[in-house]
């Protein structure tokens, strides 16, 4: 969604790094080339003026003339207002204290209504609450029965009393899921309503009439983040048709501008809750500003990746793999590695992954290049194998690999690729387990691999003897002489305690070292 904007911004940052002081000419055309990549990531222009002026403001000040490194420091500053314009610290869902807690979704008709208040349903639940989802929308066909398959597979209630097709009365059967909520006991009611295809008063009417009869705890309203300026417009109409108190971001996985979703909360003042990025009803999650400024700027979102990784790892499995690799990495199977692709493939796709990873926007093309399905193709080859062969993969000669291509539906060299990677991936994980370090990196402490690729270092050379007999006599004469005088008394020491240009054992310093003391 953001990539434009992002390597527009990662150029201009690019350019003012090396510089050890910013002049004033220097930060007019940053802010320049900021603005331009605003506007063509489709900001609304109030948002980019006001965002500029800010920007600028703090960039002439002291903030960064007396900063050490100035380029930095104009990030930290763009990255905070960023932040700001995306609406500050993360809003929370506010419950009511006396259930069950009421939740009005509101958009335009395909903005992903309907979709959504399955994934929030999910979301929900996974936060231990017990959402019921209901279908307000009567008007659109089939809108009853796509909520109740949505409610279906996000594993959550539903409750749909009237056919719809343009048949029923959706403030009655608003009013009448609150009385079943209580009744069956769900703790949260998600109220999916109509939408249209544009702003209208019969649209505005309805919406306010739902509104008036559940008096809900959260309005959100859903913008499809692909629908860039509109999205504005569109949120400021049923701001005053319905005074929402949160937005909904759906369809982040696009590839539109994403102007909308820096634009909505400056201009309506009302904060972005959530954020949708994909079709499966888990691509869902709470909305952080502060990270998704991190994202636009290339710096990754560690944080979401952590908690995913807590969200889907086993507790008792990672400390099983943990002494495994204690061990040396000799007890980890094919069947352990297999285990770690699966876990894995729960938190989503390994491109999304990669990319909440600080850096990765300049291998962006290589990572959405990536496909999930050769994950499937590794987990095939692994269960085509016996229990025995996936214990000790020395086991698997010729006929073995081709029986396990045969088996996976592969061909043999993909066979001979995964084993040779796991044997390589054990046998570092054994070196680091042992303290000798990654192989092949030679040279480094505790790194290993230093020994067999260690020049020996050419001996020190000291004083060169005369080839004149005669003269080669008296040096050694000379030599022997100061050797038993020893040093001067009262004669300047040295940093090791000798005779000013001695070293240990009273040999005599070349010239060059002599020169220095």
């Known amino acids: 969604m953001f990539d434009t904007l992002s390597d527009r911004l990662a150029a201009t940052f690019k350019n003012l790094r090396g510089k050890g002081r910013l002049s004033e000419a220097d930060i007019d055309a940053t802010a320049r080339e900021i603005r ?53 610290e993360t809003r929370r869902l506010r419950y009511a204290k006396t259930g069950p807690t009421v939740i009005m979704l509101a958009g335009l008709q395909g903005a992903g209504k309907t979709t959504l208040a399955g994934k929030l349903g999910h979301w929900l639940k996974k936060q231990k609450h017990t959402p019921l989802l209901v279908a307000c929308d009567l008007q659109r066909p089939n809108a009853v029965n796509q909520l109740g398959i949505v409610a279906e597979r996000a594993g959550v209630a539903f409750y749909g009393p009237q056919p719809g097709n343009g ?47 559940v008096d809900p705890d959260e309005v959100l309203f859903v913008v499809d983040a692909m629908i860039g300026q509109d999205a504005v417009t569109t949120a400021q109409a049923f701001l005053e048709g319905v005074d929402f108190t949160g937005v909904v971001l759906s369809k982040l996985d696009g590839d539109a501008r994403g102007g909308a979703a820096l634009s ?29 400024a991190s994202r636009i700027l290339g710096m990754g979102d560690v944080l979401s ?44 796709s390994i491109s999304k992954l990669l990319g909440m990873l600080p850096g990765m926007g300049q291998i962006r093309d290589q990572i959405n290049n990536i496909d999930d399905r050769d994950v499937n193709r590794v987990g095939a080859i692994i269960k085509s194998m016996t229990p025995a062969e996936r214990t000790d993969p020395k086991l698997i000669n010729g006929s073995r690999r081709l029986r396990i291509a045969k088996g996976s539906g592969v061909g043999v060299g993909e066979v001979n690729n995964l ?99």
């Open 167 to 213: 048949v029923g009365d959706p403030v009655q059967v608003a009013r009448d899921s609150i009385e079943y909520a209580k009744q069956k006991q769900y703790d949260v009611v998600i109220v999916d309503t109509a939408g249209r295809l544009g702003i209208d008063a019969e649209l505005m009417q309805q919406a306010a009439d739902i509104r008036a009869a």
């Open 419 to 517: 084993v040779e990677r796991f044997f390589e991936a054990r046998k570092m994980m054994t070196a680091m387990a042992s303290g000798k370090g990654i192989p092949g990196m030679p040279g480094l402490p505790g790194m290993g691999g230093g020994k067999k690729n260690a020049k020996k270092a050419p001996a020190a050379k000291g004083k060169r003897k005369s080839g004149n007999p005669l003269k080669r006599a008296q040096e050694e004469q000379a030599a022997a002489a100061r050797r038993a005088a020893g040093p001067q008394a009262g004669a300047p020491g040295d940093a090791f305690g000798l005779g000013q240009g001695q070293g240990p054992g009273g040999f005599e310093l070349p010239k060059e070292i002599k020169d220095l003391l």
């Open 36 to 88: 331009i990549a605003l506007l063509e990531a489709d900001v609304a222009l109030p948002v980019v003026r006001a965002f500029i002026k800010q920007v600028k403001d703090r960039a002439l000040g002291s903030e960064v003339s007396g900063a050490l490194n100035p380029a930095q420091q104009i990030i930290k500053i763009v990255n905070e207002e960023l932040v700001n314009i995306l609406g500050g």
């Open 305 to 348: 990746l952590i908690e995913r990784a807590e969200q889907t790892f086993s507790q008792a499995e990672a400390e099983k793999m943990a002494a495994k690799l204690q061990g040396g990495g000799k007890d980890f199977t094919l069947d352990d590695f297999l285990s770690q692709l699966e876990q894995v493939q729960k938190m989503g």
């Open 264 to 292: 909505v909360a400056h201009v309506t003042g009302r904060q972005i809750m959530f954020a949708s990025n994909g079709e499966k009803v888990d691509e869902f999650d709470a909305f952080h500003p502060d990270r998704m």
